[in-house]
């Protein structure tokens, strides 16, 4: 059975920096398209970054150059590292399995993890 | 960049009637539509993909159609489940381009 679980979340001053970290079950990390998508307190689902199978990374224009999307195959772990946080990037974070092998739908979702960047 | 617009915001629909969720796309996605449902405080769930191909474990009273820029998700019998917040999603240009939908809210009439 294929579980994504999500942990590193939390409360975080502006300009700090947090880890995100995604264990993932029933298939390995690199054998997928992976990726984060988060969403703001009621509003809808924006796509934050992407790790492909052979380990290139994207990013949305939102967060280039502050976060970086990383795995540990060893771990079987997916990562997010974000860095210069700023309140707009306040949001539940979702780590998810992209379907297919050659990019498709996000077929898993992991339960999600709460950022929130306040003073 | 490729804009996904859903319609309504809204919809307001009794039980056991039948709903239709409308998606567009700013440019031809072919047949690469996914949906999903999100209810409160819970992770979205992949329903549709392929535009019209039911993911697993998903009733049949859920069904998708529609290519390249218009799309629907009808839902044939209302159950109290279904009212929930729905999203299209558009995989054709992947990535670095994976634009979802505003959502549309699916509430009881």
């Known amino acids: 059975e294929v579980q994504l679980v999500e942990s590193g979340g939390g409360l975080i001053q502006p300009g700090g920096s947090l880890r995100l970290s995604c264990a993932a079950s029933?298939?390995?990390?690199?054998?997928?398209?992976m990726s984060w998508v988060r969403q703001a307190p009621g509003k809808g689902l924006e796509w934050v970054s992407l790790?492909?199978?052979?380990?290139?990374?994207y990013y949305a224009d939102s967060v280039k150059g502050r976060f970086t999307i990383s795995r540990d195959i060893s771990k079987n772990t997916l990562y997010l590292q974000m860095n210069s946080l700023r309140a707009e990037d306040t949001a539940v974070y979702y780590c998810?399995?992209?379907?297919?092998?050659?990019?498709?739908?996000?077929?898993?979702w992991g339960q999600g993890t709460l950022v929130t960047v306040s003073s | 960049e490729i804009v996904m617009t859903q319609s309504p915001a809204t919809l307001s629909v009794s039980p056991g009637e039948r709903a239709t969720l409308s998606c567009r796309a700013s440019q031809s996605v072919s047949s690469n539509l996914a949906w999903y449902q999100q209810k409160p405080g819970q992770a979205p769930r992949l329903l549709i993909y392929?535009?019209?191909i039911r993911a697993t474990g998903i009733p049949a009273r859920f069904s998708g159609s529609g290519s390249g820029t218009e799309f629907t998700l009808t839902i044939s019998i209302l159950q109290s489940e279904d009212f929930a917040v729905y999203y299209c999603q558009q995989y054709n240009k992947w990535p670095p381009q994976v634009t979802f939908g505003q959502g549309t809210r699916l509430e009881i009439k």
């Open positions: 029933g298939f390995t990390v690199s054998s997928n398209y």
């Open positions: 790790i492909f199978t052979g380990g290139s990374t």
């Open positions: 998810a399995r992209v379907g297919g092998s050659n990019g498709g739908p996000i077929d898993y």
């Open positions: 392929g535009a019209s």
